[in-house]
């Protein structure tokens, strides 16, 4: 099974701060990476697939890079609402794996 | 607008079995893969089963093999899963999801509690 390393498991910041979350994947994943955002009580929203494809609707202060084992996701101008827990996940390979998440937080 | 409704859920003993559904409309379901994710409690995420367009082929991971199965029904735009000897590491909410193949569109899930 494909492992994903995801880091920092939470991180504070403010309010139109950058902020970047790190997935590592046990071995090439060739692209087959997405990245998801949970709000509280709420089911995951898609935000990019393909590593770097911004999914319909998802502003443009997202964006996914990487390639091979390693793949960040990058908030830009952290908002309010991006308060939530995010997941990375790679789709290369059965069985799918998660990362398990990181929680970002408000400073 | 995509939707996708879960249901079935709730309290089930240890060794039992239960049925969930999820009633998809806004997008034409016999055309996508269909797969079910659950999450524990304060946990991650977790792939649980995926089947194909027209339900030839399913998919999952060891912790449910020979436990889950994942049924669809297009003519209903239907997605199921059926639970069996279910555990108390099974309790979760779980989610259906369009499966492109990363999940695309979620459900808002339903609990499950294994308990006795």
């Known amino acids: 099974d494909i492992q994903m390393t995801q880091s920092p498991a939470s991180l504070s910041a403010s309010l139109g701060e950058t902020v970047t979350i790190e997935c590592r994947a046990s071995?090439?994943?060739?692209?087959?990476l997405a990245w998801y955002q949970q709000k509280p009580g709420k089911s995951p929203q898609l935000l990019i697939y393909?590593?770097?494809s911004l999914h319909t609707g998802v502003p443009s202060r997202f964006s996914g890079s990487g390639s091979g084992t390693q793949y960040s996701l990058k908030i830009n101008s952290l908002q309010s609402e991006d308060v939530a827990s995010y997941f990375c996940?790679?789709?290369?390979?059965?069985?799918?794996?998660f990362g398990a998440g990181t929680k970002l937080e408000l400073k | 607008e995509v939707q996708l409704v879960e249901s079935g859920g709730g309290l089930v003993q240890p060794g039992r079995s239960l049925k969930l559904s999820c009633a998809a409309s806004?997008?034409?379901?016999?055309?996508?893969?269909m797969a079910w994710v659950r999450q524990a409690p304060k946990k991650g995420l977790e792939w649980v089963a995926t089947?194909?367009?027209?339900?030839?082929?399913?998919y999952y991971p060891d912790s449910v093999k020979g436990r889950f199965t994942i049924s669809r029904d297009n003519a209903k735009s239907s997605l199921y899963l059926q639970m069996n000897s279910l555990k108390s590491e099974d309790t979760a909410t779980y989610y259906c999801?369009?499966?492109?193949?990363?999940?695309?569109?979620w459900g808002q899930g339903t609990l499950v509690t294994v308990s006795s």
């Open positions: 999801a369009s499966q492109l193949p990363f999940f695309a569109y």
């Open positions: 806004g997008f034409t379901f016999s055309n996508y893969y």
């Open positions: 089947i194909s367009t027209s339900g030839s082929r399913t």
């Open positions: 071995e090439d994943i060739y692209n087959g």
């Open positions: 393909n590593a770097n």
């Open positions: 996940q790679q789709y290369y390979d059965y069985p799918y794996t």
